[in-house]
């Protein structure tokens, strides 16, 4: 009902409906296979049933396997897409003040976050990108240092945080790029683990 329905994002109706076909599909399966075992059907027919249904499970799971990664990755585009809409109404109503500051650090950490935390981490691509967030969290503490800055009450407590995740991402950028474990929390190399 809601791919039927507006706003129309067809690469998202497309990956939710895929989704939901497969999760239904695979569902029906586990519902046959969860009756076979329950009614213990396989100690009548030498667990026949039980391999034949295999492949079938199988194949189930690798479709939903798939339709998983493409309905996230069309969610994550359009919550991007939104969030981008949403910075660039911000600043044509408000200007570049406390809100597009916070909204431009908050997102550009989480894509640097995202590329940060991958297994095999591309650097080139995570400092592109940690660098975007450094340049808007700059912009944010250039605006909070302004005479007329208007300021949430527990500012001081979020600039920590932009902080502490500055200081982290250096840190795992280090890491990786010199292929060196991670460094402590309070900066000191490892032990001789």
Known sequence: QAA?????????DAAALQYSATLLAWGKTLFEVDKY????EYKDDGMARGKALHPEIV????AYTKATDNFNHALEAEN???????????EK?????????RGTTMYKAKKAAELLGENKMDVSKAQAQFKEFE???????????QADAKLPMMWTM???QVEQFRIAAKQRLRAVRDNQPPESATGEGSSDH
């Open 158 to 160: 979020f600039e920590d």
């Open 135 to 145: 340049q808007a969290a700059d912009g944010l503490n250039a605006y909070a240092k």
């Open 59 to 62: 194949s189930h799971f690798n």
């Open 4 to 12: 039927a329905g507006k706003p129309v994002m067809p690469e998202l």
């Open 37 to 40: 075992y329950e009614r213990q």
């Open 93 to 101: 109503s408000q200007g570049r003040k406390f809100a597009y500051w």
């Open 80 to 90: 991007e897409k939104q969030q981008q809409q949403r910075l660039a109404e911000i």
